[in-house]
Protein backbone atom coordinates (compact mmCIF):
# COMPACT_ATOMS: atom_id res chain seq x y z
CA UNK A 1 0.00 0.00 0.00
CA UNK A 2 0.85 3.53 -0.49
CA UNK A 3 -0.74 6.35 1.80
CA UNK A 4 -0.71 10.01 0.49
CA UNK A 5 -0.77 12.89 2.73
CA UNK A 6 -1.20 16.61 1.86
CA UNK A 7 -0.69 20.00 2.93
CA UNK A 8 -0.53 23.87 2.11
CA UNK A 9 -4.04 24.26 1.07
CA UNK A 10 -5.80 27.41 2.93
CA UNK A 11 -7.77 30.76 2.02
CA UNK A 12 -6.25 33.23 -0.56
CA UNK A 13 -7.22 36.47 -2.50
CA UNK A 14 -7.42 36.33 -5.96
CA UNK A 15 -3.92 36.91 -7.66
CA UNK A 16 -2.80 35.02 -4.80
CA UNK A 17 -0.09 32.05 -4.31
CA UNK A 18 0.03 28.91 -2.96
CA UNK A 19 2.38 25.45 -2.55
CA UNK A 20 0.66 22.45 -1.51
CA UNK A 21 2.65 19.32 -0.48
CA UNK A 22 1.93 15.63 -0.64
CA UNK A 23 3.90 13.37 0.77
CA UNK A 24 4.08 9.29 0.15
CA UNK A 25 4.66 6.38 2.56
CA UNK A 26 4.73 2.75 2.57
CA UNK A 27 5.30 0.77 -0.55
CA UNK A 28 6.30 4.25 -2.64
CA UNK A 29 9.16 1.89 -4.90
CA UNK A 30 5.72 0.75 -6.62
CA UNK A 31 4.79 4.83 -7.58
CA UNK A 32 5.55 5.64 -11.67
CA UNK A 33 3.43 8.85 -11.59
CA UNK A 34 2.33 11.25 -9.00
CA UNK A 35 -0.31 14.21 -9.34
CA UNK A 36 -2.92 16.65 -8.47
CA UNK A 37 -6.55 16.71 -9.13
CA UNK A 38 -9.43 19.33 -7.70
CA UNK A 39 -12.57 18.67 -7.19
CA UNK A 40 -15.13 21.97 -6.42
CA UNK A 41 -19.20 21.11 -5.08
CA UNK A 42 -21.11 19.25 -7.35
CA UNK A 43 -18.05 18.82 -9.93
CA UNK A 44 -16.39 15.82 -10.92
CA UNK A 45 -13.08 15.09 -9.46
CA UNK A 46 -10.57 16.96 -12.66
CA UNK A 47 -6.96 16.73 -13.41
CA UNK A 48 -4.81 19.42 -12.30
CA UNK A 49 -1.17 18.27 -12.96
CA UNK A 50 0.66 15.13 -13.22
CA UNK A 51 4.61 14.00 -12.86
CA UNK A 52 6.00 10.62 -14.14
CA UNK A 53 8.97 9.27 -12.23
CA UNK A 54 10.92 11.04 -14.94
CA UNK A 55 9.88 14.29 -14.61
CA UNK A 56 7.62 14.45 -17.33
CA UNK A 57 4.86 16.80 -16.44
CA UNK A 58 0.97 17.44 -17.76
CA UNK A 59 -1.24 20.17 -17.18
CA UNK A 60 -4.82 20.85 -17.73
CA UNK A 61 -5.24 23.84 -19.82
CA UNK A 62 -6.66 25.96 -16.80
CA UNK A 63 -3.17 25.29 -15.12
CA UNK A 64 -0.82 26.00 -17.77
CA UNK A 65 0.94 28.93 -16.94
CA UNK A 66 0.34 29.41 -13.81
CA UNK A 67 0.64 26.22 -11.55
CA UNK A 68 3.85 23.97 -11.66
CA UNK A 69 4.32 20.21 -10.36
CA UNK A 70 7.10 19.35 -9.27
CA UNK A 71 8.71 15.69 -7.58
CA UNK A 72 11.79 15.23 -4.89
CA UNK A 73 11.66 11.43 -5.77
CA UNK A 74 14.47 11.24 -2.75
CA UNK A 75 11.88 11.98 -0.54
CA UNK A 76 8.70 10.54 -2.44
CA UNK A 77 7.14 14.19 -2.45
CA UNK A 78 5.54 15.89 -5.08
CA UNK A 79 4.90 19.41 -5.03
CA UNK A 80 1.98 22.07 -6.59
CA UNK A 81 3.04 26.15 -6.95
CA UNK A 82 0.20 27.45 -7.87
CA UNK A 83 0.40 31.41 -8.84
CA UNK A 84 -1.92 33.90 -10.40
CA UNK A 85 -4.87 32.26 -8.23
CA UNK A 86 -8.35 32.88 -9.66
CA UNK A 87 -11.62 32.40 -7.39
CA UNK A 88 -12.77 29.60 -9.93
CA UNK A 89 -9.21 27.85 -8.61
CA UNK A 90 -11.86 26.88 -5.28
CA UNK A 91 -11.66 23.23 -4.89
CA UNK A 92 -10.63 20.35 -2.96
CA UNK A 93 -6.88 19.44 -4.28
CA UNK A 94 -6.66 15.58 -4.13
CA UNK A 95 -2.75 14.42 -4.33
CA UNK A 96 -2.96 11.02 -6.38
CA UNK A 97 -0.17 8.55 -7.31
CA UNK A 98 -0.25 5.57 -9.44
CA UNK A 99 1.52 2.48 -9.67
CA UNK A 100 3.47 0.74 -12.21
CA UNK A 101 2.08 -1.43 -14.40
CA UNK A 102 3.54 -4.07 -13.07
CA UNK A 103 1.83 -3.34 -9.96
CA UNK A 104 -1.49 -2.94 -11.23
CA UNK A 105 -1.67 0.42 -12.25
CA UNK A 106 -3.02 1.36 -8.89
CA UNK A 107 -4.78 4.78 -8.48
CA UNK A 108 -3.88 6.09 -4.52
CA UNK A 109 -5.66 8.89 -3.28
CA UNK A 110 -4.80 11.51 -0.34
CA UNK A 111 -7.39 12.97 1.93
CA UNK A 112 -7.59 15.96 0.00
CA UNK A 113 -6.48 19.93 1.11
CA UNK A 114 -9.49 22.65 0.72
CA UNK A 115 -8.35 25.51 -1.33
CA UNK A 116 -10.24 28.93 -1.13
CA UNK A 117 -9.95 31.67 -3.24
CA UNK A 118 -11.54 34.85 -2.43
CA UNK A 119 -12.59 37.41 -4.81
Known amino acids: QVQLVESGGGLVQAGGSLRLSCAAS????????MGWYRQAPGNERTLVAT???????NYADSAKGRFTISRDNAKNIVYLQMNSLKPEDTAVYYC?????????????WGQGTQVTVSS
Open 96 to 108: NARSYIAYGGTNY
Open 51 to 57: ISSRGST
Open 26 to 33: GNTFRINS
